[in-house]
C-alpha cells in the first residue's frame, strides 16, 4: 500500500471484503470438522484440535491448509518486502523514506517470527503424519509379550493372539521406534510464539495503547473527581 500510495481510504474500502473472506473460510473449516467428529485431544499436552489422532484428517485439515496459507503468505509478504524497499530508496521526501523504512522493518521482523514458526510446526506435523504408524504399531508390538498368555480354553482370545501375531510379524526384530518427546515441546512453543509475535508487533502497538489510555482516562477521572 506504501508503494503504491494507496490512502487509508482505498485500504479501509477492501476491508470488509478480505475480513468476509477470511471468516467465512474458517467458518466453513470449522464446521465442516465439528460435523465430522475430527477434533481429538493431544496425548500430550491434552488440548483439542484436529489430527491428533487421524492421520487421514491430520493431512487434510491441517498439514494442506498451513501449507497454502504459508506459501501465500510468503509471496506476499515478498512482494510486500520489495515494494516497500523499492519506494524507500525513493528520496524525494525524505520523512515518508523515514516511515517507510520503519515500516519495512516491523514487516520484515514479523515476517521471521511468524515464518520461522509457522514452517517448524508444519515440519513436525509432517514428520508426525510419516511415523505416526510406526509409533503406535511399536507401541501395541512391544507389550504383546503380556497379551501372549496362555489361553487355551478361551478361543477369542487365541483369535486376537493370532491377530496380533499377524500383526506384528513385520515389527519384530526392528526394535521399538518411538516419537522425540523435544520434539513435540518445541511444536507447541513454536505455535504459541507465532501468536505472541503477532500480538507484541500488531495488535499491543502505540496506538493501541493510546487508545485504552482514552477509553480509560474518563473513569479514572470520575473516580479521582468523586473522592
Known sequence: ASAQRWSAEQ????GPHMHAFVWTLSALKTGWVLAFGLVDADPLTGLCSVGNLNVTALRLYVILPQSVYLCVGVLFLSLGCV????ATSNKNKPSDGKKRSKLTVRVGVFAVLYTVPTTFTLAVHFYEQFYRD???KSAVCS????ALAPRAG???MLNIDNELERYCSDVTGTGSTEPELYIFVLKGFMSLLAGISAGCFWIWSRQTWLAWSHVCRPCCCRKSSRK
Open 83 to 86: 515494494a516497500a524497499t523499492a
Open 11 to 14: 485500504l479501509a474500502a477492501y
Open 134 to 136: 510406526s509409533w503406535e
Open 154 to 156: 478361551n478361543r477369542l
Open 143 to 146: 507389550r504383546r509379550t503380556m
